[in-house]
């Protein structure tokens, strides 16, 4: 198929580059020039494992292009995809003026039959809203054209986007006729398997599959580090609780370790946007809101379990929120170092992807010094920080940390490290739970 993804940012250019793969011809178009000048490089504007190489691979292969003008995209192709950003307002509510504003492209483009697919992140009610918006462009321009529009929310994950887009646990499309079937099935076809199916829904079914399936992972994350605090004052190791919930098939393995809480640019939004709807229908999501409440408070957990921070030479090793990307967005470090600062300790900071993030979102200042390795930021630390989960942090040794720390405290914000080698060799260790 011929397909336009509007958008050439995490989502668009993830979906764009994938669509690619599966052999279809796409046009990713966005209004910024910039971007789109250094995409043509190849020059890809964040971290994601192997997109790189399949935008290259395609740019080569000429499966894939990118363009500033959206009008002249939308009318060269079969689908369009809106994968634009929905970002939350003050109070949480999304702001889906973009995705309108995609939608009112389409219908001023549009010259002939087209499915419009919205993969953006959207309240209820958004495609509705869009089909309005499309009705009333293509009757400015006096003209009759058929159109359709779908809600096909994504699923994916920083860090691992390349995989689950290629192969996704489920496809979701909200679609209100048959034609639209038979397009969103030819267009998956080679991306579903039968443990992969295209489940069908309403519009709005699929517009709150998102949200529901984002609240429930923040709410195993908040529920498993609420168990790890009374674990600390039971005295029992929250690794053999995780290790005895994850075999119960109806509980699962992901999303069950603890840590300093969950951060980047979903979980949260989609979390206090369900409380925003719920509002708005005069629905009380009591539980949505502790959840919520529970991982802003443990961001900051380990300053609770460690109170000789003040004045401190402190190495954070770790910065985004997750491992293999580069996002800092309500990260743990933030919250973190910003209170070290306020207890006057002087702070080294280092991470794999996330560092140039990392210090354009904390801005400068004099305690904070940036590290380019791991040794560097631990050079005459009292006490080792560890933030963020990346597997290159567990093959961190007890030699290691004598050689280069100072101090003997490590803080364990993911329990990465094997607590008894460290503690037999002298460290004082905490983690979490």
């Not at 634009?84 to 492209?105: H, Q, R, S």
């Not at 087209?114 to 400015?140: F, R």
């Not at 949200?211 to 195993?220: D, R």
Request: proline residues 4%.
């Amino acid at each position: 198929m011929k397909i336009t993804v509007l958008g050439a940012g995490y989502v668009g250019l993830t979906t764009a580059a994938c669509m690619a793969e599966k052999a279809h011809k796409v046009i990713c178009a966005d209004i910024d020039r910039q971007k789109i000048n250094g995409l043509k490089k190849n020059n890809i504007p964040f971290f994601e494992p192997g997109l790189d190489k399949l935008v290259k691979k395609h740019l080569q292969l000429k499966n894939l292009q990118f363009s500033n003008s959206l009008k002249t995209a939308i009318q060269n192709s079969d689908v369009i995809i809106c994968c634009v950003w929905t970002p939350p307002k003050k109070n949480f509510k999304a702001d889906i003026m973009a995705v309108i504003n995609a939608a009112k492209d389409f219908g001023q483009s549009i010259n002939s039959y087209k499915i419009l697919i919205i993969k953006s992140t959207v309240p209820p009610g958004t495609n509705k809203i869009c089909a309005l918006a499309i009705q009333e462009e293509i009757k400015k321009r006096n003209i009759k054209v058929k159109f359709d529009i779908v809600s096909n929310p994504e699923f994916l994950r920083q860090g691992s986007a390349v995989r689950d887009t290629l192969k996704p646990d489920r496809i979701v499309a909200g679609i209100n006729n048959k034609k639209s079937v038979a397009i969103i099935k030819g267009l998956y076809k080679s991306f579903q398997s039968k443990k992969r199916p295209i489940i069908f829904t309403t519009p709005e079914s699929a517009e709150i599959i998102k949200y529901a399936a984002n609240s429930y992972l923040a709410m195993k994350l908040s529920f498993i580090n609420e168990i790890a605090g009374f674990c600390e004052i039971a005295g029992v190791n929250i690794k053999e609780i995780e290790k005895g919930l994850k075999f119960d098939k109806r509980i699962g393995l992901d999303y069950l370790h603890a840590g300093v809480g969950y951060g980047g640019g979903c979980l949260k939004k989609d979390i206090n946007a369900m409380i925003h709807f719920g509002k708005e229908k005069k629905y009380n999501f009591k539980l949505l809101k502790v959840v919520d409440e529970i991982n802003e408070k443990q961001k900051l957990h380990l300053f609770d379990r460690y109170k000789g921070l003040a004045d401190k030479n402190v190495a954070v090793l770790g910065l985004s929120f997750k491992p293999d990307t580069d996002s800092v967005k309500e990260a743990a470090s933030i919250a973190v170092v910003n209170k070290l600062i306020k207890l006057k300790a002087k702070i080294k900071v280092y991470d794999p992807a996330g560092l140039s993030a990392f210090l354009k979102a904390a801005g400068k200042h004099k305690n904070i010094m940036p590290c380019k390795k791991p040794a560097d930021a631990l050079r005459n630390a009292d006490v080792l920080m560890i933030l963020t989960a990346w597997p290159q942090f567990k093959k961190i040794t007890p030699e290691f940390l004598k050689k280069h720390m100072k101090g003997r405290v490590i803080l364990d914000g993911r329990n990465l490290l094997n607590q008894k080698a460290f503690k037999k060799a002298g460290f004082e260790y905490i983690g979490i739970g």
